[in-house]
């Protein structure tokens, strides 16, 4: 298995323009999530995701859309990047809905918006 | 609601002696947590995990945890340091009041390891 993968790794943006983080598991999982990472903040849920067809709004949705047309993929669109979402984005997946399921992370999107 | 503090933003420690990685917890409903290591520009893995069983939880290399509900306390603890340790450390809570599976993270704590 190849677990969570993320593309791009690495993205320079300006402001006002749009993109797709691509984020795909291969596990089977139910549970689909994406986080922002920045400096001395931990991570911060911005949507989730507990089933193909169901989204849901997390802790910083601002800004961000997302999907999920197949249980393998869950892309985060951001409309019109700002340099506030310059930051490290994480997708993660757990087999199923519920407190006690570790959450399996993908290695990362670095994005900066100038 | 729930939160996680982690005492300590940076610890430094030399190899072969403990490390002790503090981290407090609040929660309004019986918790999940969890201890993740972020080494550099890589993503998280999980060390170990607490879900109402067993109060001392053993991880993966060699770390382990204990679970004190009278102190909301989860700190992470390892008898001897290695080079490989050198890392980012997050403590992280989710409870069953929690939407969406959310998992609060502490603010992380950077560990040195030194020869």
């Given at each position: 298995?190849?677990?969570?993968?993320?593309?791009?790794?690495?993205?320079?943006?300006?402001?006002?323009?749009?993109?797709?983080?691509?984020?795909?598991?291969?596990?089977?999982?139910?549970?689909?999530?994406?986080?922002?990472?920045?400096?001395?903040?931990?991570?911060?849920?911005?949507?989730?995701?507990?089933?193909?067809?169901?989204?849901?709004?997390?802790?910083?949705?601002?800004?961000?859309?997302?999907?999920?047309?197949?249980?393998e993929d869950f892309p985060l669109r951001l409309l019109s990047a700002a340099p506030s979402q310059t930051s490290v984005y994480f997708c993660a997946s757990s087999p199923r809905w519920g407190t006690s399921y570790e959450q399996y992370f993908g290695p990362g999107t670095r994005l900066t918006v100038t | 609601a729930q939160s996680v503090t982690q005492l300590d933003s940076h610890v430094s420690v030399s190899e072969g002696t403990p490390v002790l990685l503090r981290c407090?917890?609040?929660?309004?409903?019986?918790?999940?947590?969890?201890?993740?290591?972020?080494?550099?520009?890589?993503?998280?893995?999980?060390?170990?995990?607490?879900?109402?069983?067993?109060?001392?939880?053993?991880?993966?290399?060699?770390?382990?945890?204990?679970?004190?509900?009278?102190?909301?306390?989860?700190?992470?603890?390892?008898?001897?340091?290695?080079?490989?340790?050198?890392?980012?450390?997050?403590?992280?809570?989710?409870?069953?009041?929690?939407?969406?599976?959310?998992?609060?993270?502490?603010?992380?704590?950077?560990?040195?390891?030194?020869?």
């Amino acid at each position: 298995n190849a677990g969570v993968t993320q593309t791009p790794k690495f993205q320079v943006l300006k402001t006002g323009q749009s993109m797709t983080l691509q984020c795909a598991q291969d596990m089977n999982h139910e549970y689909m999530s994406w986080y922002r990472q920045d400096p001395g903040m931990g991570l911060r849920l911005i949507h989730y995701s507990v089933g193909a067809g169901i989204t849901d709004q997390g802790e910083v949705p601002n800004g961000y859309n997302v999907s999920r047309s197949t249980t393998e993929d869950f892309p985060l669109r951001l409309l019109s990047a700002a340099p506030s979402q310059t930051s490290v984005y994480f997708c993660a997946s757990s087999p199923r809905w519920g407190t006690s399921y570790e959450q399996y992370f993908g290695p990362g999107t670095r994005l900066t918006v100038t | 609601a729930q939160s996680v503090t982690q005492l300590d933003s940076h610890v430094s420690v030399s190899e072969g002696t403990p490390v002790l990685l503090r981290c407090n917890y609040s929660s309004s409903y019986s918790p999940s947590l969890f201890w993740y290591v972020q080494h550099p520009n890589k993503g998280l893995q999980l060390l170990l995990k607490y879900t109402s069983a067993a109060t001392l939880v053993k991880g993966i290399n060699g770390f382990e945890a204990e679970f004190k509900k009278s102190e909301t306390s989860f700190h992470l603890t390892k008898p001897s340091a290695h080079m490989s340790d050198a890392a980012e450390y997050f403590c992280v809570v989710s409870d069953s009041g929690a939407a969406g599976n959310k998992l609060t993270f502490g603010g992380g704590t950077r560990v040195l390891v030194k020869p």
